[in-house]
C-alpha cells in the first residue's frame, strides 16, 4: 500500500520560511517524479513544484519561482519543499504527489495535505 505523509506545515506571517515535508512508503521512490501542489478554499488545486527521479530537474510555477525549492533525498524516500518570503497568498494545503514519468503523466499517488497558513 502506497502512503505519502506530509508533515511540517503551520501558521507563519508573511515573509517568513517554512519547510515541507513527504514521506513515502510502498512504492520504489527513486523511481517516481515527485511534486508538490496547492489547493486553496474555493479554488482549484494547482501544481507548484516537481522533482525528477534523481533529483537533478526540477520545474516550479511562475508564482513560486525563486521562493520555494524542491529536494528529495532518495536513501529516505523523502521528499521536501523549502519555502521563502511567504505571502498570504500562499495559504493552502499543500499536497506531496508521485508519477512515474517526467512531463506529461498523471500524478498516480497523493498524500493527505498540510494546512499553511500565512498571515499578514
Known amino acids: 500500500q502506497v502512503q505519502l505523509v506530509e508533515s511540517g506545515g503551520g501558521l507563519v506571517q508573511a515573509g517568513g520560511s517554512l519547510r515541507l515535508s513527504c514521506v513515502a512508503s510502498?512504492?520504489?521512490?527513486?523511481?517516481?517524479?515527485m511534486g508538490w501542489f496547492r489547493q486553496a478554499p474555493g479554488k482549484e488545486r494547482e501544481f507548484m513544484a516537481a522533482n525528477s527521479k534523481s533529483g537533478a530537474t526540477t520545474g516550479y510555477a511562475d508564482s513560486v519561482k525563486g521562493r520555494f525549492t524542491i529536494s528529495r533525498d532518495n536513501a529516505k524516500n523523502t521528499v521536501s519543499l523549502q519555502m521563502n518570503s511567504l505571502k498570504p497568498e500562499d495559504t493552502a494545503v499543500y499536497y506531496c504527489a508521485a508519477k512515474p514519468t517526467w512531463g506529461a503523466g498523471t500524478y498516480l499517488y497523493w498524500g493527505q495535505g498540510t494546512q499553511v497558513t500565512v498571515s499578514s
Open positions: 510502498g512504492l520504489a521512490f527513486s523511481s517516481y517524479v
